[in-house]
């Protein structure tokens, strides 16, 4: 038999080299960060073709930017939200708002969406954030609900309307496409009909190249089939960066999600954790 000295001494040489995680329990291949919490640990593998948002996460979590924040948003059958500095016991700041000084610039990919326990970045709304570039720390973890095919259908329509109003309206906002509000294009149809076809043909030439720069958006079968049956938010697609996912630990994120919040979805009891980096 082992002594329980050598045997401690066992354990903690397989710690330290990543062969195990605390409590004697595995880690996941392809878990890259572990986030450690009062409810259990949560692994997350981290998106290669995300690269500026994986690079970010495992700066600042090998930095220990992360230790001692919390999960201060809480939304049941939604999203957990957490990585603000301000978070750290002893800030007097209001949490939410805050984060490492930088933002991490738009990576939305679309085969990467908000399905049960996708890892993706925050953000300041629309109004001042037009780029839709990420918090530079906050976080969210996707706890999501199961969808019927009708609301998802409305889902994807509601997303397909918004992503395009937005889109249209920042390419008209751009200083040299000003002249495009300026032009009454139904008018000059009516009256001027060869000037408005080399009009309408610039435009579109334009426009397509600008759309080009911003996301796409249509849900595959094997989208359609992970919110029909494991659940998600939809609603969160092709506005948000999705940069890795939960690949062991949802339960811990469930646990989380059921603590009490208010109507904004703050924390009344917000759950402090620790990020490690594995690889």
């Known amino acids: ?19 195990i995680g605390f409590e004697g329990c595995s880690v996941p291949e392809k878990a890259d960060v572990v986030v450690r919490t009062s409810e259990g640990d949560i692994f997350i593998d981290l998106y ?16 220990g930017f992360y230790d001692g924040t919390t999960f201060h948003r809480l939304v049941k059958d939604f999203i957990i939200q957490g990585g603000d500095p301000d978070s750290k016991s002893g800030s007097k700041k209001d949490v939410g708002m805050g984060g490492p000084g930088w933002v991490v610039e738009r990576e939305i990919l679309p085969q ?29 973890i996707v706890q999501g609900q199961i969808w019927d095919e009708t609301t998802l259908a409305q889902i994807e329509q509601s997303v397909q309307t918004k992503l395009d109003a937005h889109i249209r309206q920042q390419f008209e906002a751009r200083p040299e496409n000003q002249w495009i509000r300026t032009i009454n294009m139904v ?48 609603e969160l697609d ?42």
Do not use: C
Request: hydrophobic share 40%; net charge neutral.
């Open 48 to 63: 290669d073709d995300t690269p500026m948002h994986r690079d970010n996460f495992l700066l600042l979590a090998k930095e």
């Open 112 to 140: 990467h969406f908000h399905k049960r326990g996708a890892v993706a970045a925050a953000r300041m709304p629309d109004l001042v954030n037009p780029e839709w570039q990420s918090s530079g720390s906050q976080f969210y």
């Open 187 to 234: 008018e000059l149809q009516a009256s001027k009909p060869d000037s408005f076809a080399v009009v309408d043909a610039k435009v579109k030439q334009s426009y397509d190249s600008f759309r080009k720069k911003w996301p796409e958006y249509k849900l595959t079968s094997d989208q359609r089939a992970a919110y029909l049956k494991s659940g998600g938010a939809p």
């Open 238 to 279: 092709a506005m948000y960066t999705v940069f890795g996912e939960v690949v062991e630990g949802m339960e811990v994120v469930d646990a989380i999600a059921r603590g009490q919040a208010d109507r904004s979805g703050k924390a009344h009891d917000p759950i402090k954790m620790t990020v490690e980096v594995l690889k």
């Open 1 to 19: 038999m082992i002594s329980s000295s050598r045997q401690m001494a066992w354990i903690g040489a397989l710690l330290v080299s990543g062969l």
